[in-house]
């Protein structure tokens, strides 16, 4: 079997060949939010049409080839995918044809918050701004298919061609993430139980709704709450969101912990919950372990949210807080 530098040369090589002449491979290095440095293949048309291309990730491919997989079935796979989001690739080079001109982009501008530590090298060269551990990384939305986006981050450079305040872009990215990406609240207990309804389990849905429920260390009903997203993708963002944390915090109108079960949703606990935050942030830390993917982890931080002050903390540091 070969090695990683001989994959990814023939791999290019098996790509370029099933995509005929009129295209052209090439492996660049690009760097991903909680993944670092990935090297990518690109494919592009020789006619500068097109100029736009997904990134194909070489090393999970390169995982894939060591467990078994074919080159051949890897590089078929590429080409056919590649074929299949032309048209959507055009869409999102023509969104970005405007991205020089910060008055035709601003209406697409937001952000996902990231872990400032596990992103170092990432957010060098992407406009951020830190918040207790997290930051705030801007991106411009390129485009949208069902629950899935494209989106590029912001680059300094790009923030310096726009000649527009650091300040004045954060304020339009917090004010346009709630519209493009609205937020939403749902007790756990009820992922869980659609979860047992696709097991295919004979019983009534009272009783799933009961089973879930029991499974949970709850303080009543409707506890522990996911808050995420509408795309369910890069939820956690919602925490930030204007009202958001005040109005879960209301309803159980008691004050919240705030779990980063992954970078696409938060956890909610009622603060009086019989488990603490240490064994909360013990379980957060397990679950980052071994079960979150990688480029989906967050932090192992558990978060305290003071409905009466409104504000947000890194539980048991309560004196360094952001006001939301």
Known sequence: ME????????????????????????????????????????????????????????????????????????AGDIADTYHAQAAGMDRFAGILGDIMEYEKIKGRVYFRLLCTERNRA????VL????LDLSMAVYILAGEDGDRTASVPVQRRLLEAWGVPAEKVRGQAAGNTPLLFPWK???????????????GADRSAGEIQEAAESMLRGTGKGWPSILTNSKGINGFSTVLYPGALKECADSAGKDLFVLPSSIH????????????????????????????????????????????????????????????
């Open 3 to 74: 090695g990683y530098k001989e994959f990814m040369e023939e791999l290019r090589g098996q790509v370029a060949e099933k995509m005929g002449e009129g295209y052209e491979t090439a492996v660049h290095q690009v760097a991903k939010a909680n993944l670092g440095v990935m090297d990518a293949l690109v494919v592009s048309q020789k006619n500068g049409k097109g100029t736009a291309s997904p990134n194909f990730y070489l090393q999970p491919l390169f995982r894939e080839y060591q467990s078994g997989r074919g080159m051949e079935d890897i």
């Open 122 to 125: 990432f957010l060098k060269d």
């Open 128 to 131: 951020h701004f830190e918040i």
């Open 185 to 199: 609240a749902l007790p756990l207990a009820s992922m869980v139980a659609g979860a047992l309804c696709q097991t």
């Open 265 to 324: 949703e938060a956890l909610l606990f009622p603060a009086d919950a019989p488990i603490g935050a240490g064994e909360l942030q013990g379980m957060v830390r397990e679950v980052n372990r071994t079960v979150v993917e990688e480029a989906d982890i967050l932090t192992d931080s558990v978060y305290f949210y003071d409905r009466q002050k409104n504000e947000l903390s890194i539980a048991g540091e309560e004196r360094e807080c952001v006001k939301l």
